[in-house]
């Protein structure tokens, strides 16, 4: 752990090697004062004047006054080490959970998520700012004031480092039985967390089906049983803590009876039992602040680990290999096997597919049928298992991912938008677009119209996930978004599923303009939407059951036109 946290930049080193010996001169003060004490009693004791020891004492005050400076320097300079730590591991966690991208957050839940991304990276701050330079501080300063008292007394010597190395044993002891019970709390943490997180996103759907009680009192199990999981873990730290008081006291008395005994035997002066008495403390302090900082930034121990395994996750490999297109280009589902993670039944079950340059192909299907598998393969969401998808003969593969998903522009049937302003989420896809252009895309959309109406026209926030619009407001948003990318391949995904009728035949006009000149995948439910089609592909089970234009298989009483059928019979 300690090394990953060294070597994520320069800066960050130099930072914590500043901390170190900010951390080492306030030892440096504690130990010179224990001798100057020392010296000042010996005088005393021997009969000499209080002018004696005049130089001894000031010098003490001044030591205590380097000490205070630097005990209030410490805590800002600690907080910007922290900080310049945290913010290093946040950026790289976002990158790489961008880089990642949706299968990964699809194998985990969006609570477990956060609690990585923000909880787990400010659990560290007491890791960070006192554990890790308290490490080589505590080193250093006992092994540096043992040193001396070896020098003073070797029978002496040996009895503190004796003690002083039963300290980090208790560590090692402890973090057996401490490993599993802090793991099941940070379990219990997580779990928490994306639980309550769950039922705030799906408040409206608890109380709909009453069901927010059944929901609470299952929210209140957990809490009781990560309660159960803080006690036990606190035990432990209790029984360490407990355990290292011992030690101290248990290696001051040895030692202290020690010398004493070295003194009646006159084998030692009266300075250097004085000595002994003040330095055994100042040669143990180092190392209780160590166990002091070590379970206050033990808690981040887990946290730590869960964010070192997101960064160690491998990413999708990528190519190199150069696409230059003059037009749309062809796309190429070779004998594709794709299962999802957890499920025994493929997805897509070598599926073959060719889309000619300009051509417009709808996947039609019963839910489940692998349409939406189809795009997600496409932007390389997911890898096939078996088979290759290619763009002009290029294997998806053997693309930069940037470059890839440049081609493509994409009208979900799960519109999202961002916190933010209409503006903003217009210019997701064209940051430099003008507002004539953004004006242009949201007219052709049919969006232009609500949006002026709305209280600030484009400027209007629309609340998280675009909750303060409707449903096919939000899905002309996407549409004129993609009508700003301009992509070469287009992908509709029920691209008019949350539009009204009043609505749909002048947003399906803009989406036929949109498809002209580009090669277009619309995977549809609503089959009224993909008479424009050129081909309809019908899936089932992750196959094509059949394909050709949509007359055609219209007049051929095949799969399509039974779901044709069925489907007007339920609008009826």
Not at 192 to 198: K, P, R, S, T, V
Not at 293 to 314: C, M, N, Q, R, W
Not at 377 to 394: E, H, Q, Y
Not at 424 to 451: C, K, S, V, W, Y
Request: with cysteine; glycine share 8%; net charge neutral.
């Amino acid at each position: 752990m300690i090394p990953r946290l060294l070597a994520l930049s320069p800066s960050i080193r130099w930072r914590l090697a500043g901390l170190v010996l900010l951390l080492l001169s306030i030892t440096a003060t504690y130990v010179g004062q224990g001798v100057l004490v020392a010296q000042a009693l010996s005088r005393i004791f021997a009969g000499h004047g209080a002018g004696s020891i005049a130089w001894l004492v000031a010098v003490v005050v001044a030591l205590q006054l380097v000490r205070s400076a630097a005990l209030a320097v410490r805590e800002p300079v600690a907080l910007r080490a922290s900080g310049a730590v945290k913010a290093e591991l946040r950026h790289r966690l976002t990158a790489k959970l961008l880089r990642l991208g949706p299968a990964h957050a699809q194998r985990g839940r969006t609570g477990s998520a956060q609690t990585a991304l923000v909880d787990g990276i400010e659990t560290a701050d007491a890791y960070i700012s006192r554990f890790l330079p308290q490490v080589i501080a505590a080193v250093l300063g006992a092994v540096a004031v043992t040193a001396y008292l070896f020098v003073l007394d070797p029978l002496v010597g040996a009895v503190v480092l004796a003690c002083a190395l039963l300290m980090p044993v208790l560590p090692l002891v402890s973090d057996r039985v401490l490993r599993d019970r802090n793991a099941a709390w940070f379990r219990g943490y997580k779990d928490l967390y994306a639980e309550n997180l769950d039922a705030l996103q799906g408040m409206a759907t608890l109380k709909a089906f009453n069901a927010s009680g059944r929901r609470g009192a299952e929210l209140a199990r957990l809490a009781e049983r990560f309660c159960r999981d803080s006690i036990r873990l606190m035990a432990i730290v209790v029984g360490y803590v407990g355990g290292v008081a011992f030690i101290i006291g248990l290696g001051t008395a040895v030692a202290l009876g020690t010398g004493a005994l070295r003194l009646a035997a006159g084998e030692l002066t009266v300075t250097e039992l004085l000595l002994i008495l003040l330095l055994t403390a100042e040669s143990f302090r180092p190392l209780k602040e160590l166990e002091a900082a070590y379970h206050s930034g033990h808690s981040a121990v887990p946290s730590l680990k869960a964010v070192f395994e997101i960064l160690d996750t491998p990413e999708p490999a990528q190519g190199t290999t150069p696409l230059d297109l003059t037009g749309p280009p062809s796309l190429t589902f070779d004998d594709v096997l794709f299962s999802y993670p957890g499920r025994d039944r493929p997805a897509l079950d070598r599926f073959t597919l060719d889309i000619a340059p300009g051509e417009r192909v709808a996947l039609v299907g019963r839910s489940g049928a692998g349409k939406t598998t189809v795009a997600s393969l496409l932007l390389r969401f997911f890898d096939p298992d078996a088979g290759r998808v290619s763009v002009n003969g290029v294997d998806l593969r053997d693309l930069p991912l940037d470059r890839l998903r440049a081609l493509v522009a994409v009208v979900s049937q799960d519109t999202y938008l961002f916190h933010g302003t209409v503006r903003r989420n217009l210019a997701l896809t064209r940051p430099d677009a003008t507002a004539g252009q953004l004006e242009a895309a949201a007219r052709a959309a049919q969006a232009h119209d609500f949006i002026a109406a709305l209280p600030d026209g484009y400027d209007t926030v629309v609340g998280e996930r675009g909750l303060k619009l409707s449903g096919g407001e939000r899905q002309r948003i996407a549409i004129a978004r993609a009508l700003l990318k301009d992509a070469p391949i287009l992908v509709l995904d029920e691209a008019t599923s949350a539009v009204d009728a009043a609505n749909e035949a002048a947003i399906q006009h803009a989406l036929d303009t949109l498809s002209g000149g580009r090669t277009t995948l619309m995977i549809a439910h609503r089959l009224s939407t993909v008479q424009g089609a050129d081909r309809v592909v019908v899936m089932a089970d992750g196959r094509i059951q059949e394909a050709g234009p949509p007359g055609e298989l219209l007049a051929g009483q095949g799969a399509y036109a039974h779901l044709v059928a069925a489907q007007n019979g339920a609008t009826r």
